[in-house]
Every structure is written in C-alpha cells, then in structure tokens.
C-alpha cells in the first residue's frame, strides 16, 4: 500500500521557468511533510518542509504548497536552473510515528538550458 | 558542523555472510534511523535508535537489526545476505528536542552489493 504517492516519474522543464512537482497522500495522520532532492548514489538532501498546520511554506526559489483535504502537495520551483535536476522524493510523518518518514517514488527533474 | 557520517561507502559481500554498517549522526542529534533505497522499492523505512532504544520498526525480517550508543553513533547490522539486499543503506538523524515534527537529516549512504 504505497501512502505516499508521486505520480510523476519524470518532468522536463526549460531554465528560467517554473517546475511544479506533485505528491499525493493517503493517510490522514500524516501530519509533517518534507521534500528531498537526490543525487544518484548520494543521500536525501533536505529541501523544505511544512507541517499540516500551514498551507504555504516558502524558502528561496522553493515554495510548498499543502492540500490537506485533497491530501495533496506540491513543490513548486522558480525560476528553475539546470543545477536543479535531480530526483525530488516527497517524505511524510506522522507525530505518532516518531522519525519514521513515508517516502514517495520520486520524479527525476530535468532542467535544460 | 559535520554532517551525518556514514562508513564505508562501499561494500561487497556474498550470499550467506554477514554485514555491519555504521553511522555518525551529526553533532548533538540524538535520534538515529535507516532506510534502505532499491530500483524497484524505493526508500523504505528500517528502524529508529534513541537513547540506545529502537522506538520504531519497518517491515523487514529480524536478519536486519541495529543498535545505538551512548554518543549517539548507530550501527546497522545484517546477517545472512541475501541478493535482494543489495541497495543503498542511508542513515538520517534528527534533534529530537521533544517537537515530533523533525527534519531527518541524511548521510551519502553506503552501497552494498551482495553477489
């Protein structure tokens, strides 16, 4: 039963655009959310979070949005740049769940110049 | 600060033999967890050490186990490998200053490659 779902394995966007990256989830206990960007062979980078009492939570170029009653999320990058692309993993806790993260399948991100 | 450490990077084994990863989670971070990233399962969710306890499983057989120490520092441990254990094993640690809703902080992992 995947929870956490990304729907889209792959998105091609041009430079200086904006890059929208979705998750979808299942479980209503989830309550924290983060996204994850990830070189191969290397470990999760930590992008931007938002906790389920937000709907908004920007950092930079990185905007998340959060859906609860769609129980969807989106990452949303601008302007983006080549240096962007990467697999994103959408990543979900719940309080009682302690530091257990429910991770999405990923999307390869692809920036051209 | 030093991020999350991870040694050895790389390690080939073959069926049968057992393993031992470790993991130095960043200074000051008392909360340890594993995951373990294939092709086909993608970030799976191991265990979770604090305070030297496991306060967490994931759905894998009891021939994955683990532990933590005193300084915080997490060694994961497998014994009789088998070929789907062949992945990227990542540690991740957070805080914990009692918020629930902690970033997990990942180390580069270490590859296993089982023949």
């Known amino acids: 039963d995947q929870q956490v779902k990304q729907n889209s394995p792959s998105l091609s966007v041009q430079e200086g655009r904006i890059s929208i990256l979705n998750c979808d989830y299942t479980?209503?206990?989830?309550?924290?959310f983060l996204w994850y960007k990830k070189y191969p062979a290397e470990g999760p980078t930590f992008l931007i979070s938002i906790s389920s009492i937000k709907d908004k939570n920007e950092d930079g170029r990185f905007t998340v949005f959060l859906n609860k009653s769609a129980k969807h999320l989106s990452l949303h990058i601008v302007p983006s740049q080549p240096g962007d692309s990467a697999v994103y993993f959408c990543?979900?806790?719940?309080?009682?769940?302690?530091?257990?993260?429910?991770f999405g399948t990923g999307t390869r991100l692809l920036v051209s110049p | 600060k030093a991020g999350v450490t991870q040694t050895p990077r790389y390690l080939i084994k073959t069926r049968g033999q057992q393993v031992t990863l470790s993991c130095s989670p960043i200074s000051g971070h008392r909360s340890v967890s594993w995951y373990q990233q294939t092709p086909g399962q993608g970030l799976q969710f191991l265990f979770e050490?604090?305070?030297?306890?496991?306060?967490n499983k994931g759905n894998f057989p009891g021939r994955f186990s683990g532990r933590q120490f005193s300084n915080s520092r997490s060694e994961m441990n497998v014994s009789t490998l088998e070929l789907g254990d062949s992945a990227l094993y990542l540690c991740a640690s957070s805080l914990n200053a009692g918020n629930l809703q902690e970033t997990q902080y990942f180390g580069p992992g270490t590859r296993l490659l089982v023949l």
């Open positions: 479980n209503s206990m989830f309550d924290y």
């Open positions: 990543a979900a806790s719940a309080s009682t769940g302690f530091q257990k993260l429910v």
């Open positions: 050490y604090f305070s030297e306890t496991q306060r």
